[in-house]
T-cell receptor
Framework: GAVVSQHPSRVICKSGTSVKIECRSL??????MFWYRQFPKQSLMLMAT?????????EQGVEKDKFLINHASLTLSTLTVTSAHPEDSSFYICSASWGGQGFWEQYFGPGTRLTVT | GNSVTQMEGPVTLSEEAFLTINCTYT??????LFWYVQYPGEGLQLLLK?????DKGSNKGFEATYRKETTSFHLEKGSVQVSDSAVYFC??????????????FGKGITLSVRP
């Protein structure tokens, strides 16, 4: 149980275009999802906390107008990278929070590799 | 604030060697502690967890014990395999924010196991 999927797994886009990444909790409802960014050989950097039905909370230094997050349902959050540039190329990972075992745990998606040319 | 410190890597071992990866933390309250593993090109998988002091998490031959007195959660395995080659992240969550509880990650350490 507690499976999280991401789509697409890889995407290549041209500079100036927008890209949408989906994160889905497949077998549980998640009021909270998180979006991370990971640079090569580095740890995960939290970008934002996404709550169903409300605006996302962004971490300091993350441009909310560039990284649009929507959490329209209890099983789906989307991250849209607007007007992408090569420096936005990265590995984006989402997680969904679930407390079914008596404590809160994050379940991670498989990640999306974004390459901006 | 919360922080997690992992030993510097990378680590290279021969198959069947003993593994220890050190992890210490700083946190207010009583955090839950986690070890995650990341295989090349993939997302994170939970390896094991401990939610209170003296708890031992274990999975796939890996173990880690929540030591409150030394604020540590060292990962150990008695005999590593080539398939254990991956990046390992130690993390904590203070749980106080409920579903919004954030994870604080260590920098990660790359383990390579040679045949």
């Amino acid at each position: 149980g507690a499976v999280v999927s991401q789509h697409p797994s890889r995407v290549i886009c041209k500079s100036g275009t927008s890209v949408k990444i989906e994160c889905r909790s497949l077998d549980f409802q998640a009021t909270t999802m998180f979006w991370y960014r990971q640079f090569p050989k580095q740890s995960l950097m939290l970008m934002a906390t996404s709550n169903e039905g409300s605006k996302a909370t962004y971490e300091q230094g993350v441009e909310k107008d560039k990284f649009l997050i929507n959490h329209a349902s209890l099983t789906l959050s989307t991250l849209t990278v607007t007007s992408a540039h090569p420096e936005d190329s990265s590995f984006y990972i989402c997680s969904a929070s679930w407390g079914g075992q008596g404590f809160w745990e994050q379940y991670f998606g498989p990640g999306t590799r974004l390459t901006v040319t | 604030g919360n922080s997690v410190t992992q030993m510097e890597g990378p680590v290279t071992l021969s198959e069947e060697a003993f593994l220890t990866i050190n992890c210490t933390y700083t946190a207010t309250g009583y955090p839950s502690l986690f070890w995650y593993v990341q295989y090349p090109g993939e997302g994170l998988q939970l390896l094991l967890k401990a939610t209170k002091a003296d708890d031992k998490g274990s999975n796939k031959g890996f173990e880690a014990t929540y030591r409150k007195e030394t604020t540590s959660f060292h990962l150990e395995k008695g005999s590593v395999q080539v398939s254990d080659s991956a990046v390992y992240f130690c993390a904590l969550s203070d749980q106080r924010a409920g579903a919004n509880s954030k994870l604080t990650f260590g920098k990660g350490i790359t383990l390579s196991v040679r045949p």
